[in-house]
């Protein structure tokens, strides 16, 4: 399922290479694939009723409505998460299921569209594409890590080293898919992230596990399924990591990034809250909840201050029409404008017949 953000924000640059990403994706798909395409904006519509064969009318179908495809309106992600997630939910059980979502991420319900791949993902994979100069990253890459995919972002799908061609080289066919770590002789008092995502080629498998005082592990077993059949890999003991080499530090902010997960998934903010300063104030680590604080004690202005009013930077490729920006998630600006015609015209019916009963008694 290829999932296309088509909402004003992706007007210009991103909207040509959104394009060009999903030609690149169209032509990738084998005889025998199926698939569907979902553009969204404030609205949503599917290239099919269902998924399809990869035949090439189809295909040819496809090309064409793709190249059609303009940006306007606004974005709202979530239902079209929806949509997608209950399509593959839908459809054939027996296949990988693959959601291809691409977007600049201009949305402002982040914790409602993780809530939603939290519950209803099951057996599908989310792949995340973000489109433009300046794409909402925390967004792509925590949409693509509750997915169990892998995320990748595009600026200029002409440029030499092919990031498009990568990409989809990658989610193509998983080297490894349901994934399980093990550790042989000692179980670690902690591990992140709890859940493996699939192995990509080119994509190394990062696990931060922390082992009571004299507890290391004879070795850690990784057992997954491969397009052949299963597979187990043994590893020898891992090495003692030297004091301040960082592994502690990556192992920190692994954990507070669980815990920060877990409100997406309804877990008492209280209670996040407690377990990430337990690991970030130990750690000096910079979080929702924590700061750092540099207090100057060196006068080192002596002018005085002088008022100065700067440009606002646009990303690259960002249009302004007239002296606002595209029109975004919402349609809380119409509204408001409908609103105060309809005041206006209410206050209009209202002093109407005060108005004419004035000029019926004027001499």
Known sequence: MFVIDVSGSM???????????????????????????LR?????????DAFLDADAPTLDAARRWVRQLEADGGTQILPALELALERCRASDGTRLQRIVFLTD?????????????????????LHTIGIGSAPNAHLMRKMAAFGRGYCTFIDDVEASDDPLGRFFTRIDRPVLRDLELTWAGASPAQTFPATLGDLHAGEPLFVSARFEPGRAPAAVVLAGRTADGPL?????????????????????????????????????PQRVRERVLAVALPFSLLT?????????????????????????????????FGSTLPRGGTWAGLLQRVGLCLTLAGLGLLLTPTLLRALRERP
Do not use: C
């Open 11 to 37: 007007q210009g640059p991103s909207i040509r290479a959104a394009r060009a990403a999903l030609l690149n994706a169209l032509e990738r798909l084998r005889p025998g694939d199926q698939f569907n395409m």
């Open 40 to 48: 969204f904006n404030d609205r949503r519509e599917l290239f099919g």
């Open 105 to 125: 991420g201009a949305v402002g319900d982040e914790d409602h569209v993780f809530r939603a791949i939290h519950t209803s993902l099951g057996r599908a994979r």
């Open 232 to 268: 187990r890999l043994e590893s020898a003991p891992p090495l003692v990591a030297a004091t301040g080499s960082g592994v502690a530090l990556r192992w920190a902010r692994a954990k507070i990034r669980a815990a920060i997960d877990a409100l997406h998934e309804g877990e008492d």
């Open 288 to 320: 929702r909840y924590t700061s750092l604080v540099a207090v100057e004690d060196v006068r080192s202005a002596w002018d005085r201050a002088h008022p100065l009013r700067l440009a606002s930077a646009l990303p690259a490729g960002t249009q302004r």
